[in-house]
């Protein structure tokens, strides 16, 4: 599979089109995206959809598929990925008799544009006046697709066929008709079916609002003057995207990081990234990075490229968000690398795998520009999935992911129990969760002493306990990482607290064998699991760091008199005061006053 190639304007370029109009153009544009996201949010029936938002939208080249326009609420990683899903619609239209006005695609295969198997996508060509304009795509991630975890984050598989249904491209809808036999396949697979029907349902409401508020937009302005500034916008982004990469000097800067393990064998997974900078061009190569495994951390080469994507834009925020970010960059990865795998491999834990992407990415650029880029984030998505059956026999399937700190950064401190940088999703509110399951959180708090500490900070990690309610009890399956290394600082900031969790147990409380991922976890009525999600990496001197405000963040509980002592230098007294003495002591001690 081939990285996105730029735009083929036609033979004919359009009229310039003014710096007013393309703004507004701009935002409207942006706007349908957002309205997409916004009517799937409001419509969907599982809480990961309607309340986390995991879920996107985007407008797509009719001819590449490349990114034109996205949203700013659902996932970017999505908006990357997307492009290839979109091209592999375009590949199998031309192998069964073309697109056609009227048709939507569905398919959720990771291998060919798709992330894992949870993430279903629908792409559907918007014509006007008979002409392909551009494609409308639509994904998000469904409560239950098979396999054989509920929820599907499976860290036991070895094959994409332990984890759900694989379904390729196929066509939904033909030429406006309806195929019913696709969705019965769809819910027979599913242990909550009602759910699937209705994010399907969401979905395709999604798209046919994008094409209405694309013809009144069009109505408006002509199709011309929308094509120019579709044009206008990649090449913005390219001219951004080149004079941001000359500004970093020339050379090649490496970074790495590791995964815990994959699930199955309980070694490190090594991520390595070699960036080299000449002139305006940039070339990310990740051949020293582990080859294919056994376990469901794999990704394929469509999601690297897309979560390089997002970690550029994290740098470089003004550049506009479509396909021309990437035009100045090539990218290596190995065909046997984890970064770069086919069918049958899984890749059902691939959130964990990209977010170490870009934690490395942040890496390098920082040795290439020191302090440029944001410290590491907590780094993993503590998937946690419990499940039952209620005492009338109904099963119950509970799936959620969950917050941790993000990194310190240039402007101040990271976020706290924020969510993961691959997305602007939201972490499930414990309110809706207990209304739809049988479970109560009985602890939902933020983790003291787990920010790496810096002059500016990371963002705390937090503390979710969870009680099962349900007579007949559950079973809990979690998929994790950074329960063996830690987020990294930049600038000099040190890294942040590891990931844990814990369950409870007829004899006691325990932890995963392989620290971040487990499966078939027993819990009676009324036992605990507890997840301690890390902090986010600290960008710069500790020692640097006002002592007022590190003051104010042992007031706060966000840090202990201890840590405050031995990471910062400052003596924070019985009284909550500064004890100047044992501080102008301590920082006389590390060589610092």
């Known amino acids: 599979m081939t990285d996105p190639a730029p735009i083929d304007p036609a033979p004919i370029d359009p009229a310039p089109i003014d710096p007013v109009t393309l703004a507004v153009l701009k935002g409207r544009l942006e706007q349908i995206a957002d309205e997409m996201d916004a009517t799937l949010f409001r419509s969907a029936f599982n809480p990961i959809i309607a309340e986390a938002h995991d879920a996107s939208h985007g407008l797509y080249d009719p001819a590449t598929g490349d990114t034109l326009i996205q949203g700013k609420s659902g996932l970017p990683i999505f908006v990357g990925s997307n492009a290839f899903a979109v091209r592999a619609v375009i590949a199998k239209a031309a192998k069964s008799g073309g697109i056609a006005e009227g048709d939507v695609y569905i398919f959720n295969d990771p291998y060919d544009g798709g992330t894992h198997l949870s993430d279903f996508r629908l792409v559907r060509p918007y014509y006007r006046d008979g002409q392909l304009v551009c494609y409308l795509a639509s994904v998000g991630h469904w409560h239950d697709v098979g396999g054989n975890v ?83 916008l990649r090449r913005r982004a390219e001219q951004l995207m080149r004079a941001n990469i000359a500004e970093l000097p020339d050379g090649t800067y490496s970074a790495e990081d590791w995964l815990d393990n994959d699930g199955i064998v309980d070694e ?94 942040f890496s390098a650029v920082d040795k290439a520009a020191p302090g440029r880029a944001n410290a590491h984030a907590y780094g993993t998505i503590n998937a946690l999935s419990l499940a039952g059956h209620r005492e009338d026999g109904r099963r119950w399937v509970m799936f959620s992911f969950f917050g941790g700190g993000h990194g310190g950064h240039p402007e101040g401190d990271g976020l706290s129990h924020g969510n993961a940088p691959i997305s602007t999703a939201t972490i499930p509110p414990l309110e809706i969760l207990e209304a739809a399951y049988p479970v109560r959180f009985t602890r939902w708090a933020l983790r003291p002493d787990s920010a790496g500490p810096g002059r500016h900070r990371g963002g705390l990690g937090a503390v979710y306990e969870i009680e099962v309610l349900e007579k007949s009890g559950g079973e809990a399956f979690l998929f994790a990482d950074r329960g063996r290394h830690a987020p990294k600082g930049v600038a000099g900031g040190h890294e942040a607290a590891k990931n844990a969790f814990f369950f409870d147990t007829d004899s006691g409380e325990a932890s995963p064998p392989m620290a971040s991922k487990m499966v078939g976890i027993k819990l009676r009525q009324g036992q605990h699991v507890r997840i301690e999600s890390p902090g986010g990496g600290g960008w710069g001197d500790p020692f640097e760091r006002d002592p007022a405000t590190v003051l ?30 044992a501080t102008e002591a301590l920082r006389r001690a590390e060589g610092r006053s």
């Open 150 to 232: 509920p929820g599907n984050y499976n860290p036991a598989a070895t094959e994409c066929f332990q984890e759900g249904m694989l379904i390729p491209p196929v066509k939904l809808y033909d030429r406006g008709q309806y195929r019913p036999d696709i969705v019965d396949i769809l819910q027979s697979n599913s242990r909550q079916p009602g759910s699937l029907y209705g994010d399907l349902n969401g979905q395709l409401s999604a798209l046919e609002l994008g094409g209405k508020r694309l013809d009144a937009l069009i109505d408006e302005y002509g199709l011309d003057v929308i094509r120019a500034a579709l044009i206008e």
């Open 268 to 361: 490190p997974l090594k991520i390595a990234l070699d960036m080299t900078i000449a002139g305006d061009r940039m070339t990310l190569d990740f051949s020293r990075s582990a080859p294919a495994c056994q376990g469901p951390v794999n990704i394929a080469r469509s999601t690297t490229v897309a979560c390089c994507y997002v970690a550029l834009k994290h740098v470089f925020t003004e550049v506009p968000a479509n396909a021309g970010v990437l035009d100045p960059i090539e990218f290596v990865i190995p065909e046997d690398s984890m970064l770069s795998v086919t069918a049958p491999k899984p890749v059902g834990g691939y959130t964990e795998t990209i977010l170490r992407i870009i934690d490395i990415v």
């Open 552 to 581: 104010r963040d042992v007031a706060l509980g966000y840090v202990s008199r201890e840590r405050a002592a031995a990471d910062y230098g400052v003596s924070v007294g019985d009284d909550m005061t500064i004890d100047e003495p």
